[in-house]
């Protein structure tokens, strides 16, 4: 027996009691079945599977079950499934910034903390955080500007509160 | 590669690996249990490492993770030595305000190492003690002319150098516990790596003189003979990147990081 790994996903509490050397990808997936985080590298090189724990981007893939306990997890389903979703979900869906869409999950999620990081975050920043994620089909330009667009959003909110 | 019914021909991955046990040591006495009394234990430090290895077929029984030891992902500063914690990630240890301070050049260094996704797991342990030849920390740590220590089975420590991990004849002892700088008068740092992997390149000075280190994607870290700063080149000059190219741009990162410390003088 393992002792079950407790932790919050996606603001709700949750319990796994499988083997805590599962990869953390294998756990949200086939066990929560969270399909957003996606499997395409395998090393931590593309980013398709990143996810947040306790704030900070990390590729599912790269992880074991075991480094979530206690912690807060959120995977893109938590931020697209919310109402209203998230003004980084909605400024890439205006912004058609997917072509294929495998990456979009890991893209938003990158997103997500670079402006929680940042709230105003110059292009070039952008530009570096985002490149840490692969778009094979190379749609960059659509991305970067979804991204400055949501930091425009979050601020307006933020001003207008 | 494995042909997966239904699925088709897919890279082998973590995935349907069986799941290894997982021990969790919390202070040096269960850390060091549980390397004694595991059978062939693989350590984990950020894991960003080990599913690339996962990939070439490795199949640990055991893991050991260092992800509680309190003591791993410290910073101590002394008047004698800077020492990092093995479990240090590359984002806490970059970031630290009395690092950058006290070693600013080694900070800056250390941040640009990999991207924002990977530095906030990924250490400089783990940097290390992956031996590969294209991660740089071997190469940063070279130049500084900084130590290894390593936890002994009674709690003392081995200490090795950065070089030493790329001598076969050199029995690497288990666990990384820290990396000793030591303070001296003069301590500067400067790190080019406009060319990588084709070749990087450290200097650090300090009123010993100035002690640069190069890499290659393919080949540990050197440290170069005292260099002819009078008579280093400044420019690439050669559109064909010859063979004579590459040696030329040593040189070229060689006077850019001397004059990076000459400019933070
Ligand atoms: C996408 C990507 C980009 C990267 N880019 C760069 C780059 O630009 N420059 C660069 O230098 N590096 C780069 N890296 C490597 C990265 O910086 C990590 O340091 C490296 O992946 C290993 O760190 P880790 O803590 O995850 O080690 P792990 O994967 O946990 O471990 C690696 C190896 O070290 C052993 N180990 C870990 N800690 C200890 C210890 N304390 N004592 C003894 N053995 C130990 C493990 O058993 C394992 O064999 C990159 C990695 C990825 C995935």
Redesign the pocket.
């Known amino acids: 027996m393992t002792a079950p790994i407790r932790f919050t996903l996606n603001g709700a509490p949750a319990e796994f009691n499988g083997p805590a050397g599962t990869p953390l990808i294998d756990m949200l997936r086939e066990h929560f079945g969270l399909r957003g985080v996606r499997l395409a590298c395998a090393?931590?090189?593309c980013g398709s599977c990143t996810v947040l724990i306790d704030g900070a981007p990390g590729a599912a893939c790269?992880l074991f079950a075991y480094r979530v306990d206690g912690r807060d997890v959120r995977t893109v389903e938590g931020l697209a499934d919310a109402d209203p979703p998230s003004p980084v979900v909605a400024a890439f869906a205006d912004h058609a910034a997917f072509q294929c869409g495998y990456c979009t999950g890991g893209m938003i999620m990158l997103a997500t903390a670079l402006l929680a990081h940042d709230p105003d975050p110059s292009r070039e920043t952008v530009v570096a955080w985002m490149s840490s994620n692969i778009c094979r089909c190379t749609g960059y330009g659509m991305i970067i500007e979804a991204v400055l667009d949501a930091a425009a959003r979050l601020r307006e909110a933020r001003d207008a509160a | 590669m494995q042909f997966v019914p239904g699925a088709g021909l897919i890279a082998a991955s973590a995935r349907g690996v069986p799941p290894a046990s997982v021990i969790r040591p919390t202070d040096r006495t269960s850390l060091l249990a549980a390397l004694a009394g595991a059978r062939a234990p693989?350590?984990?430090?950020?894991?960003?490492?080990?599913?690339?290895?996962y990939l070439t077929g490795l199949r640990p029984s055991t893991l050991v993770g260092?992800d509680r030891v309190d003591e791993?992902a410290r910073i101590d500063i002394d008047t004698a030595e800077i020492r990092l914690g093995?479990?240090l990630t590359?984002a806490a240890g970059a970031n630290d305000p009395a690092l950058c301070r006290l070693l600013p050049g080694f900070a800056d260094a250390w941040r640009s190492?990999?991207?924002v996704r990977?530095r906030h797991?990924?250490?400089i342990?783990?940097?290390l003690?992956?031996l590969?030849t294209?991660?740089?920390?071997s190469l940063l740590l070279t130049a500084l002319d900084a130590r290894l220590r390593f936890l002994a089975p009674d709690g003392g420590f081995i200490e090795r150098a950065p070089a030493d991990l790329w001598n076969p004849a050199q029995p690497t002892p288990?666990?990384?516990?820290h990396i000793a700088i030591a303070r001296r008068p003069g301590l500067a740092f400067a790190y080019r790596r406009e060319l990588?992997p084709v070749v990087t390149l450290a200097v650090c000075r300090d009123a010993a003189g100035d002690r640069a280190a190069i890499a290659t994607e393919y080949l540990p870290p050197v440290l170069l003979p005292d260099a002819n700063i009078a008579a280093l080149p400044t420019d690439f000059a050669d559109p064909v990147s010859s063979a004579w190219y590459l040696r030329r741009a040593g040189g070229v990162l060689l006077a850019r990081a001397i004059a990076d410390l000459d400019r933070s003088r």
Do not use: F, K
């Open positions: 090393r931590g090189v790269s | 693989v350590l984990v430090a950020g894991g960003t490492h080990l599913a690339a290895e260092l791993l093995a479990a590359h190492i990999a991207n990977v797991w990924a250490t342990g783990g940097n003690m992956a590969c294209r991660y740089e920390m288990a666990l990384l516990h990588r």
